[in-house]
């Protein structure tokens, strides 16, 4: 394989003195995968950015055939055939999936080409479509089809440009396994094609799958690359966090004690109005985690705000150390010791203008050891942030950066470091470590076992079925807005049994309720 791209002694130093890049060399070779793996802020990212125009390297070169090039901005990568799909979506919700992939770029028609040529476009994008197998509704609105689609229609906006040379940054990151595999299905259909393509991700069981060289970053230096057939996730690990790093989470059996939340019947519409979860009962214990599994779309998000209050429900009961939660403001009830990692932490899970040390105490600034009389005492807070960023291992200058700058995993730990402050009774943990690395997995996983040995009723919602499995005392499966299968989680339990509940293919709960409707 040719040489087609090649980054070489590339540093970037931001102006408040942070160093995202140290001198990091890049090859990449013409129709390959390439993979490229680091922690939290090795600075994978910004490499990327660079390389598609969005942020200029303080110093180093980018040579393309052998020719360096500069690169001013996105539109300067896509006439050397750069197309970036970036881990926080870049569609307007509003327009339709046809209108986000033509966007600035629609085919003209009439008198100077004042008309959009629709006729032009439906051609073109069905033609993509069909190529690659990137099936989505054109004419449907982006804001609701699920977000395995989403990631489609981003990769269909670089085709429509022209990318022969594709960056994924963490496209998995919010993907079902089954999306995952149409996703690869996708990828080896580009490069089939003659496409490259370059990879950023944090699951090293995607890198073993679908790579052919992986490089790894650490601290942002190039620390090697390797051929992915001749290395193993081991050593992988070991090049990106420096250590050996366990693959399963280390714990005891579960003591679990009196009820913390019972649930029963639950009932509530999704955002269309359409019921979403359809009379659930469980119960979650002092000393326990439960674990949900399912597809994603089957009720567990709409479960989980519903509980935590930013969800109102229209049936049922929510008891919490028998207290009733139904029709409690979120608010009221973050304040009983409930703490809540949601899902999307960019729109929910923080404020991104804010600074890290304002998004450690976002939601308990009145607790009197951050005040002084009527102020806050910002050197206490200061304190405390600088102690959880410790403690959680946040890479950031310092707790006045603002927490939109920081990447995707650093700003799941600020948030998860906020919620487990609070030394919660009730813990409900959705995508804990979705688009984490795995040193930071490790850290996570051992967290949330502790706050459960401590005494805490545990929920975990994951997409990864092996990270409920790892985690899990019990798990609840979800399937079209019901609890179809509560299962202990024992040795002899597989994900093939679970499986078939995620696909609606059988029940075997707990609740008596079940019992007599099956029996009958």
Do not use: C, W
Not at 90 to 119: A, C, H, Y
């Amino acid at each position: 394989m040719s040489v087609l791209l090649e980054m070489k002694n590339i540093h970037k130093v931001y102006p408040n003195g942070t160093a995202a890049s140290r001198g990091v060399d890049l090859q990449i070779y013409e129709g390959e995968i390439h993979a490229l793996v680091g922690e939290n802020g090795a600075g994978k990212s910004t490499l990327m950015k660079m390389l598609f125009g969005l942020e200029m390297p303080t110093s180093g070169t980018i040579l393309y055939k052998g020719e360096p090039i500069a690169l001013s901005g996105p539109r300067d990568a896509i006439k050397y055939g750069l197309g970036m799909v970036h881990q926080h979506f870049m569609l307007v919700p509003s327009l339709t999936v046809s209108e986000n992939i033509v966007l600035g770029e629609e085919p003209k028609q009439g008198p100077l080409s004042l008309f959009r040529d629709r006729g032009t476009e439906e051609k073109q994008i069905a033609q993509l479509m069909a190529t690659y197998g990137l099936k989505v509704e054109p004419q449907a609105k982006v804001e609701t089809i699920p977000v395995g689609q989403k990631q489609r229609v981003e990769i269909l906006k670089v085709l429509y440009r022209g990318a022969r040379i594709i960056i994924l940054d963490e496209p998995t990151a919010v993907l079902t396994p089954q999306e995952t595999d149409e996703l690869f299905d996708s990828i080896k259909a580009l490069v089939a094609e003659g496409y490259t393509i370059i990879f950023i991700t944090h699951k090293l069981r995607e890198v073993m799958e679908i790579s052919d060289r992986v490089t790894v970053l650490k601290a942002g230096k190039t620390i090697t690359t390797l051929m992915t057939k001749a290395t193993n996730p081991e050593e992988i690990s070991r090049l990106m966090v420096g250590r050996e790093v366990l693959f399963r989470v280390n714990k005891r059996p579960a003591e679990p004690k009196d009820a913390v939340l019972s649930v029963k019947d639950l009932q509530a519409a999704d955002d269309k109005g359409a019921p979403a979860l359809r009379g659930v009962s469980l119960e979650i214990r002092a000393g326990e985690v439960l674990g949900i599994a399912g597809v994603e779309g089957n009720g567990q998000t709409e479960l989980v705000e519903t509980i935590t209050g930013l969800r109102r429900s229209t049936g049922g009961q929510i008891r919490y150390l028998g207290e009733e939660l139904a029709g409690r403001s979120a608010g009221r009830i973050r304040a009983m010791k409930v703490g809540h990692v949601p899902e999307d932490r960019q729109t929910a899970g923080a404020s991104l203008t804010s600074t890290i040390a304002e998004n450690l105490i976002l939601d308990h600034y009145r607790n009197p050891a951050f005040r002084r009389g009527p102020f806050l005492n910002a050197r206490k807070i200061k304190e405390f942030a600088r102690t959880m960023m410790q403690i959680f291992d946040v890479r950031a200058a310092h707790e006045q950066v603002a927490a939109g700058s920081l990447s995707g995993g650093n700003l799941q730990k600020v948030v998860i470091a906020r919620e487990l402050s609070k030394n919660p009774k009730l813990l409900i943990v959705s995508q804990p470590t979705r688009g984490v690395d795995i040193g930071a997995i490790e850290f996570i996983h051992s967290e949330i076992i502790k706050r459960r040995d401590g005494g805490a009723a545990v929920m975990v919602v994951s997409a990864e079925l092996s990270e409920v499995m790892a985690l899990s005392d019990r798990i609840a499966v979800m399937y079209e807005g019901e609890i179809v299968a509560v299962l202990d989680n024992t040795e002899a339990l597989t994900e093939e049994e679970i499986g078939r509940y995620m696909l609606g293919l059988g029940t075997k709960t707990e609740h008596p309720e079940r019992k007599e409707q099956e029996a009958i």
